[in-house]
């Protein structure tokens, strides 16, 4: 059984004492010429055919200003790919063609990095925030005031219009959801309070207008035993996808059973990655962008939807399967009661599939987004 028990309240979820916190602001600048001209009229070197110069000046100035506010890790990117942190006790950069990965433990390691190709004209700036020391989750208002810090201050000695930079502001929590049977015994309570009620109770305002998605992604090993589940026919055509299908119908028995109306099993080799939609009249939709597998769902508007997407030729290592958050599955108190229908139903999953619990991880990632215009 996993480590969480309802104890004083049912709007609080005990988590092991090993969750790891992280965070990280993801900000997007639109790459105008505007912009390029600002700083060519300081700076005669640069050019719109090599923009190796203005990058550099342009991640010198970023850096000052991180320096300024007190901010130890960032990264400039402007090669249009797509950043995502982990955390790891071992830090490190994986870069794709699509993705920059950056491993990194807040508490020990510093980041402080730039991605770009002067013959590389992005689409758009990207300037990663991320969150250092401890405690986390508690001090996460104060490194959103920081970010914003530094980027009026930003917009001020580019000329850039304010209103023209997004902020995406990613905070998880990452266990084990069998921690106990290992060992951990001792847990810690969450009420995981949405982060615009969070940020208020710390005198933090935000704009008026945002965007808000809560999800949980877990991993699920394919290990020998879970192969052995089903016969495979090496003789036929796709002969992984019976286990796949086999996975996805479990899960979605067990997710409907404890009243999860949204998910997805991602058994294809790509990494999920989770939108709200802007629109209410917009749908869920998957779909594949290269390495990335897109989830888009409508936390305002739900539809009943469970979708599989795999690769029959192909044997993952591991299985994502994804849980979004309805506005429904949202208490005033946070989203607790929501991540223990999310733990219920991988029990249940996990009982179905004959995990060992004492050896086999199931790893829960709880995310919790906002984005808005500064």
């Given at each position: 059984?996993?480590?969480?028990?309802?104890?004083?309240?049912?709007?609080?979820?005990?988590?092991?004492?090993?969750?790891?916190?992280?965070?990280?602001?993801?900000?997007?600048?639109?790459?105008?010429?505007?912009?390029?001209?600002?700083?060519?009229?300081?700076?005669?070197?640069?050019?719109?055919?090599?923009?190796?110069?203005?990058?550099?000046?342009?991640?010198?100035?970023?850096?000052?200003?991180?320096?300024?506010?007190?901010?130890?890790?960032?990264?400039?990117?402007?090669?249009?790919?797509?950043?995502?942190?982990?955390?790891?006790?071992?830090?490190?950069?994986?870069?794709?063609?699509?993705?920059?990965?950056?491993?990194?433990?807040?508490?020990?390691?510093?980041?402080?990095?730039?991605?770009?190709?002067?013959?590389?004209?992005?689409?758009?700036?990207?300037?990663?925030?991320?969150?250092?020391?401890?405690?986390?989750?508690?001090?996460?208002?104060?490194?959103?005031?920081?970010?914003?810090?530094?980027?009026?201050?930003?917009?001020?000695?580019?000329?850039?219009?304010?209103?023209?930079?997004?902020?995406?502001?990613?905070?998880?929590?990452?266990?084990?959801?069998?921690?106990?049977?290992?060992?951990?015994?001792?847990?810690?309570?969450?009420?995981?309070?949405?982060?615009?009620?969070?940020?208020?109770?710390?005198?933090?305002e935000l704009p008026t207008t945002i965007t808000e998605i809560s999800y949980a992604v877990a991993t699920l090993?394919?290990?020998?035993?879970?192969?052995?589940?089903?016969?495979?026919?090496?003789?036929?055509?796709?002969?992984?996808?019976?286990?796949?299908?086999?996975?996805?119908?479990?899960?979605?028995?067990?997710?409907?059973?404890?009243?999860?109306?949204?998910?997805?099993?991602?058994?294809?080799?790509?990494?999920?990655?989770?939108?709200?939609?802007?629109?209410?009249?917009?749908?869920?939709?998957?779909?594949?962008?290269?390495?990335?597998?897109?989830?888009?769902?409508?936390?305002?508007?739900?539809?009943?939807?469970?979708?599989l997407s795999c690769d029959g030729n192909a044997l993952v290592n591991e299985i994502y399967i994804v849980m979004?958050?309805?506005?429904?599955?949202?208490?005033?108190?946070?989203?607790?009661?929501?991540?223990?229908?999310?733990?219920?139903?991988?029990?249940?999953?996990?009982?179905?599939?004959?995990?060992?619990?004492?050896?086999?991880?199931?790893?829960?990632?709880?995310?919790?987004?906002?984005?808005?215009?500064?």
């Amino acid at each position: 059984m996993p480590l969480s028990r309802s104890r004083s309240s049912v709007h609080k979820i005990y988590l092991p004492e090993s969750t790891r916190e992280n965070q990280y602001l993801l900000v997007d600048i639109p790459l105008t010429n505007k912009l390029i001209s600002q700083v060519q009229s300081s700076d005669n070197n640069v050019n719109n055919d090599n923009l190796s110069a203005f990058y550099y000046n342009l991640s010198e100035l970023f850096f000052n200003l991180c320096d300024q506010f007190e901010l130890k890790s960032a990264a400039f990117i402007a090669n249009d790919k797509l950043p995502k942190v982990h955390f790891n006790s071992e830090e490190y950069q994986f870069e794709s063609a699509q993705r920059i990965v950056f491993f990194y433990d807040p508490a020990l390691h510093t980041v402080r990095q730039s991605y770009f190709h002067g013959e590389h004209k992005a689409k758009k700036l990207k300037l990663l925030f991320l969150a250092s020391g401890e405690d986390i989750r508690l001090n996460s208002p104060r490194f959103n005031a920081q970010v914003c810090q530094v980027l009026k201050a930003f917009a001020e000695k580019t000329a850039l219009d304010v209103h023209e930079i997004r902020i995406r502001d990613h905070q998880h929590l990452t266990y084990d959801l069998f921690a106990k049977e290992k060992g951990c015994q001792r847990s810690q309570g969450h009420k995981l309070r949405a982060i615009p009620a969070r940020y208020a109770s710390q005198q933090l305002e935000l704009p008026t207008t945002i965007t808000e998605i809560s999800y949980a992604v877990a991993t699920l090993p394919v290990t020998k035993a879970l192969r052995e589940l089903v016969d495979l026919n090496f003789s036929t055509t796709a002969p992984f996808k019976l286990l796949y299908e086999l996975i996805n119908d479990k899960f979605k028995a067990t997710a409907e059973h404890f009243n999860i109306k949204s998910g997805a099993v991602i058994a294809n080799g790509l990494v999920p990655i989770v939108r709200q939609l802007s629109s209410d009249e917009d749908q869920e939709a998957i779909t594949r962008v290269g390495e990335i597998q897109k989830l888009t769902y409508n936390s305002e508007n739900p539809q009943q939807d469970f979708v599989l997407s795999c690769d029959g030729n192909a044997l993952v290592n591991e299985i994502y399967i994804v849980m979004a958050a309805s506005k429904e599955n949202f208490a005033h108190q946070g989203y607790a009661k929501f991540l223990q229908k999310v733990e219920n139903t991988l029990t249940a999953l996990a009982n179905e599939l004959q995990l060992d619990t004492e050896k086999d991880e199931i790893v829960i990632r709880m995310h919790q987004h906002i984005s808005f215009n500064l």
